[in-house]
Each structure stands twice: as structure tokens, then as C-alpha cells.
């Protein structure tokens, strides 16, 4: 199953404190200060200490227009991560509210 799925098909998904996971795809705030994404989307390995904020941008210029959460430290993107349009302001909130930003 790939990022686009209808919500009949989607997998439960999992939110705590410490990880959000949906479909196969997971990410996860360790305990010694890394932010760690697995699965389908990219795999991300990022210290939480240099996140300065997150965002979310949509490339209409390719085919299929993916939206993309962009973690930013110190103005450079320190890694990106690929989700579907149906996760992607549910994610960012978790991610700004865990990381306190």
C-alpha cells in the first residue's frame, strides 16, 4: 500500500507521545534526541536539538503532487519527509507541539 490510500483501506494509526505511525510508515522522537522517520516514506535520522521549525510544501511542477514536511534548522532544510495530503497538517502539529516550536 503506498502514501495515497482511500480511508476504507488505511491501517490504524498510532499517536503517542513519542511516535506517529500510519500505514507502514512511522516516525519517532528518541530518547536520546534524534527524530527518526521509517517506512515508505524517506528514511530521516535528524538530532532534535538543530530543528528549528517545520513546514510543508507541494511540488505541482512533478506528476503527482506529493506534499512534503521540511524540517528546517538554522535556514537549511535538514530533511524532508514524504506524506499523503490527508496526513500532512495532523503531522506538523504533532511534530510542533512535541518539539515545543
Known sequence: MGLFSSSKNTKKK????????????????TDDGYLLSDGIININRIPIRHIETIVYSVNITKEVAVPELQIIGKGVVLGTIKVGHDEKDELQDWLLDRLEL
Open 14 to 29: 498510532i499517536v503517542t507521545e513519542k511516535e506517529y505511525a500510519w500505514n507502514k510508515n512511522k516516525i519517532e522522537l
